[in-house]
């Protein structure tokens, strides 16, 4: 199986995740993907952070359960960092071929994850662009590290095919500016449960 990881705090989960990954089964022909619903990102306060099951339940109510599904598998595996999970996911999954996805905005920041660059080696990556994020992750150090390792979008689902080695790309889409960050400002979404 050919299965897309879309990994985030789903704070809450939004329609701009689901294009994301329709837009990836397409492209990359995956059979899945996986929203992974991080049960604590490292990088973002936890200030304003919904309660695990709040977030899971808004990418299950999302996620059709057949080639999209939301699931609490990093937080059944005990990791809050990815380079983990995907080291896990491999051994436990050794017939799958993963990959990961990712906005431009997180490629803009993947420097700052943990063992970035291991991660790179280990899964291809696949970026979809975000506004105002694709310059700033085009120009951001990770991007420059893995600038040969870089394939046209249009082959993108050449990145899952054996001894392809580490590689990413950028797939084409529209860019939609949905954020979660957006909805919890605009009231649509409130992380607390005490104010609902």
């Known amino acids: 199986m050919r299965i897309g990881l879309l990994g985030g705090s789903f704070n809450p989960a939004h329609e701009g995740h689901i294009q994301l990954a329709r837009k990836a089964l397409a492209s990359l022909k995956l059979d899945q993907v996986w929203l992974m619903v991080s049960p604590g990102n490292p990088l973002k306060p936890r200030k304003g952070m ?32 990815t380079v983990r999970t995907v080291a896990m996911l491999r051994q436990r999954f050794p017939q799958c071929r993963f990959v990961w996805l990712m906005g431009a905005d997180g490629l803009a920041q993947f420097s700052r994850w943990r063992s970035w660059w291991r991660l790179a080696q280990m899964v291809p990556i696949a970026v979809l662009p975000r506004p105002g994020s694709i310059i700033p992750a085009l120009k951001g150090r990770a991007s420059s590290v893995l600038r040969h390792h870089r394939r046209d979008g249009r082959a993108a689902s050449l990145l899952l095919e054996k001894g392809s080695g580490p590689g990413w790309t950028f797939l084409s889409a529209p860019q939609n500016d949905i954020s979660s960050t957006t909805l919890r400002q605009k009231g649509l979404f409130c992380p607390s449960v005490d104010q609902e």
């Open 50 to 81: 919904a309660p695990f099951s709040r977030r899971l339940a808004t990418a299950q109510a999302l996620a059709d359960g057949r080639r999209i599904i939301a699931t609490d598998i990093e937080q059944k595996l005990g990791q809050r960092y």
